[in-house]
């Protein structure tokens, strides 16, 4: 069986893995949406008792697992109680903007911290290795909620920039350009939360790992051989280096969205964050699975983009060198 | 057979019997393609206390295995292990606590078989400690041992990595004199030493074999030392037994052509040792 | 032991002591309120007044005028040091009256002012913090055993039982670990009395944290197992039990501290977040998360600053323990090869 084939069946296995999880916790859960309706006195029981069974609340666990499973597959998640409209679109028009500020984190923090770690390994012990390291260690301490917060503080005291919501009261009337600009300027907050808090994981691993690499024989060869500084590193250095970085890919993805959720709730940014928060707080379930189990997609659909990147970058890999069982 | 062995005035009762002893391996890789491998097929051998049996043979022949089913450190998976009128080959881990004291293995890699993070009174009294004796028995017998081994009792709170080489192999050798076995493997044992200290080890191990009438299972690749302490030697290939008799018999006239092979690289290797008389330069 | 050792050592006791000790070190009851005196900045030290220099610090009380506070000079109100004050309970359990430092009433000395209910924000980040950072470490034991448990069951046992843990780490680290913090809390009560709380927090963030640890040990469980002198201590007769306690174990303890200088830090930001999202510790009592909460309004967040401090208690937190993984990461690696 292919190494991609063995990758994509064990992401089926991690999902199915996933969905039911969450359903035995829906089971342990000891509150409902109706509880709050039940101590209403206007609302009869034979009113709760019929949206129950609307909703399909009073099966049992098994039963409600399976149809939930059988729609899932029908890309329909359940009902949404709170909304009163169909899980799945309310999930997908929020997650379009949860992606939208994840794949701009996740671009924006490689893009930094390719070349940083690079060039900070290359001048290890330099001026420049030792900022980048106690730049990095100081960011990884501080909690993603501190960053958030704090930023938050600065933004909105010197309105730096709009915050709330993605687009403002006038979006209608606006042309294309400046909506998009308008779009950008509220996102620019979040994003730079997120990958502050990001760069400085990933940088570390990649200085490590271009550490390691530069002290491989390979390089010193290369060395002797006169190949230049910046070809050496890039060219030649930063391939080898790049696998263990990439291998990262995957858990800094999970990083990336669950950072997410807490920068999309405090800056306000419409995401899959605040909707999820929401559904949690009023229970509603349904919802709250759909929530868990898109964000479950979308990691296991990431890890699998990474085993790709990986594939292609590693020969080692193809070649079964690394299967040492 | 036993009984024309030279010097078996000193030798007592056959301690250790094995027969018809078998043991394969099963090599697989995940989901099929298993393939067994055997490595010990139908081996027979006895030694008595006090006597030295040798196996030799080439690497992969099946020596090692052999010794571990003895040691009970595999399980066979057919034939019969008598120790001391005991069949162990079939009995289970319980079973097989009380009669463990009677056999020790002093193996080949002597540093690793100890734990780093132990002191030398740590790793002689592991045996002990695993069949229950008290502390100070433990102390007592200790101590007891260090010396006899030839090292110094107050060395006994030292951690194992400050002895040198040949000090850890006395250690190994005290640590399986605790239980005061009636039978020692030496798989390998001095293989890793340089010559002089294994001259003194094997000079040592003698002494304490005629002081206990211990015998001896000595598996080695090194003729050398083969001859100087073994009575019996047996030739193994291909997990099997092809050729067994008295040491000096064996080398002088050898009938199979393994051992014929075997001591044919090992004339060509030595310059400096007789190995006819077993007396080292 | 070199100067930082020492340092480290120092902040790290010194910030554990005062927490511990956070009803003496405060000098007011975190939860008395003062209507009269809400969004208070902090309260000035002086040491001049109109006559001379004193030693003693002393305060003035905030009035509340149209364009903010200011300070009543009419009456100097010095600070007593080792004074009683309001009662508390000393580590939970004795009753006890005295403070490291106070002033006499109707003053009240607020060194971080105070919030919306005119609460002293001193010290309720100090008894916030004895939530939030007994939360962190409940959590972190709780994780680092589950996952040694398992990590030892299936590095030891490995094959069948090695696969299906694995397979089950796999599972846990896979989702993004906010997500599924809230889809867990999300189906559990929302409003239970502060110890209840506590402890389905602890179990809720410690049962999610099992699958790293349990990783880490099971691979050095592997490497363990298959040590010649494991092999020699079977072969001696050791159980299975034997082996894994006086072998293995010793092995992964190094390791144990280290992780739980790592998580530590990470699961007081995780009750923090939860609270801070309203699904944690919930009011009246102080933790850093609920105390943060309040600054999701704009008005407040931009205006009263002095109530980040939360946030500074939290950074502090944090840096130590990070320094401290640091330090043991280099200390005990070393040792493994």
């Known amino acids: 069986m292919s190494y991609l084939g063995r990758r994509v069946i064990r992401a089926a296995f991690l999902l199915v893995g996933v969905s039911i999880l969450c359903f035995l916790f829906t089971e342990m859960a000891p509150g409902s949406f109706f509880d709050e309706m039940r101590l209403n006195p206007q609302i009869s029981p034979e009113t709760i008792s019929s949206l129950r069974a609307r909703y399909g609340l009073d099966q049992p666990l098994v039963v409600r697992y399976g149809r939930w499973l059988r729609s899932a597959l029908h890309a329909d998640f359940g009902y949404s109680i709170a ?74 005291r010197w309105r730096v920039l709009p915050v709330g919501g ?75 280096a790049a696998s263990p970085a990439i291998s990262l890919l995957g858990f800094s993805l999970a990083g990336l969205l669950s950072g997410s959720l807490l920068v999309e709730v405090i800056c306000g940014w419409p995401g899959l964050g605040p909707l999820i928060l929401d559904a949690t707080l009023s229970r509603d379930f349904y919802l709250v699975i759909g929530g868990i189990m898109l964000s479950a997609l979308f990691m296991v659909g990431g890890n699998l983009v990474a085993d790709i990147m990986l594939l292609a970058c590693d020969p080692r890999i193809r070649t079964g060198a690394l299967d040492a069982r | 057979m036993a009984s024309n062995i030279p010097g078996s005035e000193r030798q007592g009762h056959p301690l250790l019997h094995v027969q018809k002893l078998s043991k394969h391996y099963v090599r697989g890789r995940g989901w099929g393609k298993s393939v067994a491998v055997t490595a010990v097929c139908d081996v027979d051998f006895e030694i008595r206390s006090g006597q030295t049996l040798a196996l030799v043979g080439a690497s992969g022949a099946g020596k090692s295995t052999v010794a571990r089913c003895v040691a009970r450190l595999e399980r066979p998976d057919s034939g019969e292990i008598w120790l001391d009128g005991t069949d162990i080959a079939r009995l289970n881990l319980r079973d097989l606590l009380p009669i463990r004291s009677n056999t020790q293995m002093i193996f080949q890699d002597t540093e690793t078989s100890m734990n780093p993070r132990f ?25 007891a041992v260090m010396r006899e081994v030839g090292l110094r009792a107050e060395w006994l709170k030292r951690p194992v990595l400050e002895f040198s080489g040949g000090q850890q192999q006395r250690l190994a050798i005290a640590r399986a004199l605790s239980t005061r076995p009636k039978m020692l493997i030496l798989d390998e044992a001095l293989s890793s ?89 | 032991m070199r100067a930082k050792t020492a340092i480290l050592i120092v902040a790290l006791v010194g910030l554990h002591l005062t927490l511990l000790l956070a009803g003496f070190v405060a000098p007011c009851d975190p939860g008395a309120q003062d209507r009269e005196l809400p969004y208070a900045p902090p309260t000035r030290l002086h040491f001049v007044d109109a006559s001379s220099w004193h030693l003693r610090p002393f305060v003035y009380r905030w009035n509340a005028g149209p364009d903010g506070y200011f300070e009543d000079k009419r009456q100097s109100f010095p600070v007593h040091f080792l004074t009683s004050g309001p009662a508390y309970k000393l580590l939970g359990i004795f009753e006890a009256k005295w403070h490291l430092f106070g002033v006499d009433e109707p003053a009240r000395i607020a060194l971080l002012g105070t919030d919306g209910f005119g609460r002293d924000e001193f010290s309720r980040v ?102 010649n002198y494991v092999l020699a201590a079977r072969s001696f007769g050791g159980s299975d039990f034997y082996l894994m306690w006086r072998h293995i174990l010793p092995e992964v303890l190094g390791l144990l501290l280290t992780q739980a200088a790592l998580l530590v830090p990470r699961y007081i930001a995780a009750e923090v977040t939860l609270s801070f999202f309203g699904l944690g510790v919930n009011e009246p009592v102080a933790s850093w998360g609920n105390m943060l909460s309040t600054l999701q309004q704009y008005s407040v967040l931009v205006s009263y600053a002095w109530l980040l401090a939360p946030a500074v208690a939290l950074v502090v937190t944090s840096v130590i323990y990070s320094i401290l993984a640091d330090t043991l990461h280099s200390r005990l690696e070393f040792r493994s090869t």
Request: charged share 15%; proline share 4%.
């Open chain 1, 83 to 156: 909304y009163n409209a169909p899980v799945a679109p309310l999930l997908w028009s929020r997650a379009k903007n949860t992606l939208l500020l994840a794949t701009t984190g996740m671009l924006l923090t490689w893009l930094i911290s390719i070349p940083l770690g690079v060039w900070a390994a290359a001048r290890s012990g330099r001026m420049l290795d030792k900022s980048v390291r106690v730049a990095s260690s100081l960011l990884v301490s501080i909690p993603e909620v501190v960053i958030a917060v704090a930023l938050l503080a600065i933004v909105v």
């Open chain 2, 119 to 143: 002191s030398a009174a740590e790793v002689i009294e592991e045996p002990l400690r695993i069949q229950g004796a008290s502390r100070s028995e433990r102390r007592d017998i200790a101590t």
């Open chain 3, 126 to 227: 100090l008894s916030g913090g004895q939530i939030s950072v007994a939360e962190g470490i409940a959590a972190t034991l709780l994780a680092l055993l589950a996952g040694t448990i398992f990590g030892i069951i299936a590095g030891y046992y490995g094959r069948l039982t090695d696969e299906s843990v694995m397979g089950a780490t796999e599972l846990f680290l896979s989702l993004p670990w906010l997500y599924f913090l809230l889809g867990v809390r999300a189906f559990l009560p929302l409003h239970l009395s502060p110890a209840r709380t506590f402890l389905l927090l602890t179990c809720v963030i410690g049962l999610i944290g099992w699958a790293r640890p349990a990783r880490l040990v099971r691979g050095i469980v592997l490497s363990a197992r298959s040590r």
């Open chain 1, 166 to 240: 993605m687009t403002s009261m006038d979006n209608e009337g606006l042309s294309q350009w400046a909506r998009l600009q308008e779009i950008a300027s509220r996102m620019l907050l979040p994003t730079i939360i997120l990958t502050l808090g990001e760069t400085a994981i990933i940088v570390r691993h990649l200085r490590a790992s271009v550490l390691e690499v530069l002290d491989t024989p390979f390089v010193q060869a290369a060395r002797g051989l006169g190949i230049g500084r910046t070809r050496l590193l890039f060219r030649h250095v930063l391939p080898v």
């Open chain 2, 193 to 281: 030493l340089d010559l002089s200290t294994q001259a003194q080890i094997a000079n040592l191990l003698l002494d304490l074999q005629s002081a206990h009438s211990m015998a001896y299972l000595l598996i080695s690749h090194d003729l050398t030392l083969v001859a100087r302490m073994a009575d019996v030697l047996s030739v193994m290939s291909d997990g099997r037994i092809v050729e067994m008799g008295a040491t000096q018999q064996v080398i002088a006239d050898p009938k199979h052509v393994q051992t014929q092979r075997l001591l044919a690289s090992a004339r060509a290797a030595e310059s400096k040792f007789d190995l006819a008389s077993g007396a080292s330069a």
